[in-house]
């Protein structure tokens, strides 16, 4: 997908669950947060994020913020997104959230309550989504995820909380797929030994799952030696 495709997509797909929340919004407020996300007014759209600049994430979080950015600078290229009919310049406004949780959560409030962003952009790792999830639905601002794939993310059936990646579980469950046609063609053994190794996140544990999973159904084809964590 092209960086112009994908911001005026994310751009989209929030100004579509802002309309669609305005009147519960003006129902009931959130709780532990103020109900900050509304439809844009003025000449220009605020959408805030954070990314893992520094720390444990940084080299993954420093790709993401060079697609942020250049999606951004090509849509307002091309006079931005349009907002009922009109084309709207967009305005990112980017934080390093050093690739910890408290500093993802305390960040994601600021922009939303202090800085007024419209809309959020997902930060990078499961973990670090997770905890800003929380803070986007409180305060009813919408928040598209394009860096965290854990299951832990959506099991509380958050309203404002959109995902576009696959969950990591079907990666798993892919990898173990190929292992599997490479054993038809004869190229690994049958059965095959696997050595499991995890991160200790919700990340982690949910690779982990597809893996057994798989196992567990092909139980002639595969045995697991080595099942362990790491923390990170």
């Not at 409180?138 to 860096?147: D, I, K, R, S, T």
């Not at 059965?191 to 190794?197: C, D, F, G, Q």
């Not at 996140?201 to 964590?229: C, M, P, W």
């Amino acid at each position: 997908m092209r960086p112009t495709t994908l911001v005026c997509s994310l751009c989209a797909l929030a100004l579509g669950a802002c309309k669609q929340s305005s009147t519960d919004q003006a129902k009931q407020p959130a709780q532990g947060g103020s109900s900050a996300a509304s439809a844009p007014s003025g000449s220009e759209i605020l959408i805030g994020a954070t990314l893992p600049l520094t720390g444990s994430e940084a080299r993954v979080g420093g790709f993401y913020k060079e697609g942020y950015e250049l999606a951004f600078e090509e849509a307002n290229q091309n006079g931005g997104v349009s907002v009922g009919g009109k084309k709207m310049p967009v305005k990112l406004m980017l934080l390093d959230d050093t690739s910890t949780q408290a500093t993802a959560a305390s960040l994601a409030d600021r922009l939303i309550n202090s800085d007024k962003a419209q809309f959020l952009l997902g930060t990078y790792a499961s973990h670090l989504v997770e905890a800003q999830s929380v803070v986007a639905e409180q305060n009813h601002v919408p928040y598209v995820n394009g860096g965290g794939g854990a299951r832990e993310i959506y099991k509380h059936g958050y309203k404002y909380v959109f995902g576009l990646l696959a969950p990591v579980q079907l990666l798993s469950t892919a990898l173990m797929q190929w292992a599997d046609a490479q054993q038809k063609a004869g190229k690994l053994p049958n059965p095959s030994k696997i050595a499991v190794l995890w991160e200790n996140t919700a990340h982690g544990k949910d690779f982990r799952a597809g893996v057994n999973d798989y196992v567990g159904q092909h139980k002639d084809g595969y045995k697991i030696l080595v099942d362990e964590s790491f923390e990170l």
